[in-house]
T-cell receptor, first 118, second 115 residues
Framework: ETGVTQSPTHLIKTRGQQVTLRCSSQSGHNTVSWYQQALGQGPQFIFQYYREEENGRGNFPPRFSGLQFPNYSSELNVNALELDDSALYLC?????????????????FGPGTRLTVL | AQTVTQSQPEMSVQEAETVTLSCTYDTSENNYYLFWYKQPPSRQMILVIRQEAYKQQNATENRFSVNFQKAAKSFSLKISDSQLGDTAMYFCAFMKLYNTDKLIFGTGTRLQVFP
């Protein structure tokens, strides 16, 4: 167990709807990254939040947006859902550093939210 | 742009035997991390091992060890004394040092451990 939690576990939506996924980071971590994992693929980076600001974004359209709260938990919002948005959504928390310590920068993942768009 | 390639879609090994999973990557960076993550059927991505590119010594974690060849851009994972619980998808991943906005994953290797 990593201490990273995600909710809900499963979600079914219809095309055109909006969805919000939630992530609580591991204690002591101030950075949250979101990934989309399509069936049979490796995860693809969506974006990262560091101290409540977006800190990098992958090749995803603006209808994918996020927030990070003062307690470092995070939300992923997807508007105008499309069938191809069906995937496992993973969040990962980390503590960035320049000291090269054993655990800095390593991303620890939550159990994921399985989103199905019909 | 960085890429990560895992050329073995599936591997199998008998319990207690040793298996090696391959990973190659392409980057022009000199400082970076490499990771192996395990994803069992429960879906949770679990860190197996991490290697810093500036360290010459190969990382080890109990039964898991890596063979890091920086010049060849190769990063293989060796699992010794395989156990049934090692059955999972294994992903190799790359991250630039000090610009840790994202992990770049390979497509994964599905490992089946047989009794």
């Amino acid at each position: 167990e990593t201490g990273v939690t995600q909710s809900p576990t499963h979600l079914i939506k219809t095309r055109g709807q909006q969805v919000t996924l939630r992530c609580s980071s591991q204690s002591g971590h101030n950075t949250v990254s979101w990934y989309q994992q399509a069936l049979g693929q490796g995860p693809q980076f969506i974006f990262q939040y560091y101290r409540e600001e977006e800190n990098g974004r992958g090749n995803f359209p603006p209808r994918f947006s996020g927030l990070q709260f003062p307690n470092y938990s995070s939300e992923l919002n997807v508007n105008a859902l499309e069938l191809d948005d069906s995937a496992l959504y993973l969040c990962a928390s980390s503590f960035p550093g320049t000291s090269g310590g054993a655990s800095t920068d390593t991303q620890y993942f939550g159990p994921g939210t399985r989103l199905t768009v019909l | 742009a960085q890429t990560v390639t895992q050329s073995q879609p599936e591997m199998s090994v008998q319990e207690a035997e040793t298996v090696t999973l391959s990973c190659t990557y392409d980057t022009s960076e000199n400082n970076y991390y490499l990771f192996w993550y395990k994803q069992p059927p429960s879906r949770q991505m679990i860190l197996v091992i991490r290697q810093e590119a500036y360290k010459q010594q190969n990382a080890t974690e109990n039964r898991f060890s890596v063979n890091f060849q920086k010049a060849a851009k190769s990063f293989s994972l060796k699992i010794s004394d395989s156990q049934l619980g090692d059955t999972a998808m294994y992903f190799c991943a790359f991250m630039k040092l000090y610009n840790t906005d994202k992990l770049i994953f390979g497509t994964g290797t599905r490992l089946q451990v047989f009794p």
